[in-house]
C-alpha cells in the first residue's frame, strides 16, 4: 500500500493550491473562490442566464442564483430581463468589475504560468481534445470540461494563448471527479474529505498528523473532528499510543479498509482517464504530479 501512486491525490493539490494562492488576494477585494470562478466565466460567456452557467458547469440552478446576487449586490454584474425568455436574466459584468478582474487576474496568470511549466499548455489541450474524441466511450459526464475545449476552438484561443482559461479548467475538472465519486461515497456514507483522511491510514500505519492533513487537503484543525466522524462511523478506532501516551493510535476497522479499497477502486478509473488522456508515458506523468506537489508547498507552505 505504501508504495502506491495516488494520482488523483496529487491532481487534487493543484485545485487545492490554487484555492490557497489565490484566496488572500481575493479577500482584499471583498470576494470568496467561487465570485472570481463566475466572474471570469460571465467574461468569457457575456450576456447569458443563470440556467445557462449552471448547466455548463454542472452545479445547482439556486447555488448559481445566490452567487449572483451577492455579485449584484457588490455592484459587479447587471441583470437584464430576456427579451424572448422574460422569466429570465441576461447577465453581464460591470465596468466595475471588468476592472476588477484586470487586476485578479493578473495574480490568476502568475499561478497558472508556474503550474504550466510543469504541465506545458499544449498537453492540457492534447488532454481535452482526447476527451471531446472519445466522449461516448467515457465512464464520465465530461460534458463541463468539453464547453471548455468548444469554446476555446470556437474563439481560436489555441492561438492566442489565454492562460487564465487554466484555472476554469482545472475547477470544473476537478469537479468531475467529485461527481463521479459521489455516488460511491453516499453508498459508504462518507464524505471525500472523510475518505481521503481514512485512505491515508491505509496507505501508512501511523502517518504523521501533517503528511495526514497534506494528503486529504485539510487544516490540522479540522483533522480531529473528522477522525472523530470517522470513528463513529466504525471506520477507524483510537486508542492511546502506548510508545508515547502524548499521542492518540488511529487503526483502521475491516469496515474501514473495505470501503476505503472499494472507493479507491472506483477512482482508479477516473487516474486511467487522466493517464490515457495525457501525452506522457505514466512514469513521465507521475514525475511531472510529483513536481506539482513540490510547487504546492513552495507556493502554499504551512
Known amino acids: 500500500m505504501a508504495d502506491e501512486f495516488f494520482l488523483s491525490g496529487f491532481f487534487r493539490i493543484a485545485y487545492i493550491t490554487h484555492r490557497k494562492f489565490f484566496e488572500p488576494c481575493l479577500k482584499k477585494y471583498n470576494l470568496n473562490y467561487a465570485e472570481f470562478f463566475y466572474l471570469v ?3 468569457k460567456f457575456p450576456n447569458v442566464n443563470q440556467n445557462f452557467i449552471a448547466n455548463f458547469g454542472e452545479v445547482n440552478k439556486s447555488y448559481v442564483s445566490t452567487i449572483m446576487k451577492r455579485l449584484e449586490n457588490k455592484n459587479l454584474i447587471n441583470r437584464k430581463i430576456d427579451e424572448v ?28 504560468r508556474k503550474v504550466l511549466e510543469i504541465f506545458p ?37 489555441l492561438e492566442n494563448k489565454n492562460e487564465d482559461l487554466f484555472s476554469i ?28 483522511t481514512l485512505y491515508s491510514y491505509i496507505l501508512k500505519k501511523n502517518r504523521p498528523i501533517s503528511e495526514i492533513c ?50 479507491r477502486k472506483e477512482e482508479r478509473k477516473f487516474e486511467e482517464l487522466i493517464y490515457d488522456s495525457l501525452p506522457f508515458t505514466r512514469k513521465e ?14 507556493l502554499v507552505p504551512n
Open 85 to 112: 425568455y422574460k422569466k429570465n436574466y441576461n447577465l453581464s459584468l460591470t465596468d466595475d468589475a471588468k476592472a476588477l478582474l484586470e487586476i485578479l487576474k493578473e495574480f490568476d496568470i502568475d499561478w497558472s
Open 285 to 298: 506523468s507521475q514525475i511531472k504530479f510529483f513536481e506539482l506537489y513540490k510547487l504546492q508547498k513552495e
Open 41 to 43: 466565466f460571465l467574461e
Open 169 to 196: 479548467y482545472l475547477i470544473l475538472l476537478y469537479r468531475v471527479l467529485k461527481k463521479y465519486l459521489n455516488p460511491f461515497l453516499e453508498k459508504h456514507n462518507i464524505s471525500l474529505v472523510q475518505y481521503y
Open 121 to 157: 499548455r499544449e498537453s492540457i489541450y492534447y488532454q481535452m481534445e482526447y476527451f471531446y474524441n472519445n466522449q461516448d466511450n467515457l465512464l464520465f459526464d465530461l460534458s463541463s470540461v468539453l464547453n471548455i475545449y468548444k469554446y476555446i476552438l470556437e474563439k481560436d484561443l
Open 214 to 263: 497534506d494528503f486529504a487537503g485539510i487544516k490540522k484543525s479540522f483533522l480531529s473532528d473528522i477522525l472523530k466522524n470517522l470513528e463513529n462511523k466504525g471506520f477507524i478506532e483510537r486508542s492511546i499510543n502506548p510508545d508515547n501516551r502524548r499521542f492518540i493510535k488511529v487503526d483502521v476497522t475491516d469496515k474501514g479498509l473495505e470501503t476505503g479499497l472499494d472507493i
